[in-house]
């Protein structure tokens, strides 16, 4: 049995609770007053969302931007270099993510669990949820081919 992991971080509405496990299925829950519940599954490559129990389609293009669509709002995960994003709800940029190296580490399973974000004006509760469960379960930036191909033999050599 896994130990459900916590971490509470300070977000724009308030204080953001992160619950996750990492084994053997890896599940993030992203809950706080006033924003609705995200359920993510992280993956950089192929990880889900839903919110408030609904499913959110999700894609991924070859420049690495994921897309979620949420009613009738587009949001972008758009990254910028290997540790940073931008987030975009319809085109409108709505904040910039940061990321650390130990989101690439081998064994890593949340890609972006030490990620930090500023958030612009003019953002709600909405935004909040679907940006912070978009940077957590899919990370801040994009590692790129030639760290992709070292990870890769790490990975499996390991």
């Known amino acids: 049995m896994t130990k459900l992991q916590q971490r509470v971080i300070e977000g724009p509405f308030g204080p953001i609770q992160i619950n996750y496990d990492r084994r053997p299925s890896v599940v993030a ?10 359920t993510v599954v992280p ?11 609904h499913n959110i389609p999700t894609s991924r293009t070859r420049n690495r931007t994921r897309t979620a669509v949420v009613g009738d709002r587009s949001y972008e995960l758009r990254p910028t270099s290997l540790r940073r994003a931008e987030l975009r709800r319809n085109g409108t940029l709505i ?3 940061r ?3 130990r989101s690439y580490a081998p064994g890593s399973t949340i890609p972006g669990r030490d990620a ?8 709600d509760p909405t935004d ?7 940077v957590l379960g899919f990370g ?3 590692p790129g081919v030639i760290l ?4 890769f033999w790490v990975d499996n050599l390991t």
């Open 99 to 101: 990321g650390s190296f």
């Open 140 to 142: 801040a930036g994009a």
């Open 116 to 123: 930090g974000i500023t958030w612009s004006q003019g953002i």
């Open 148 to 151: 992709r191909t070292v990870f």
């Open 29 to 38: 829950r992203i809950q706080g007053a006033g924003i609705p519940t995200v």
């Open 95 to 97: 904040a910039h993510a």
């Open 128 to 134: 909040v949820a679907i940006g912070q469960a978009m």
């Open 43 to 53: 993956d950089r490559d192929h990880g889900a969302m839903n919110i408030n129990g």
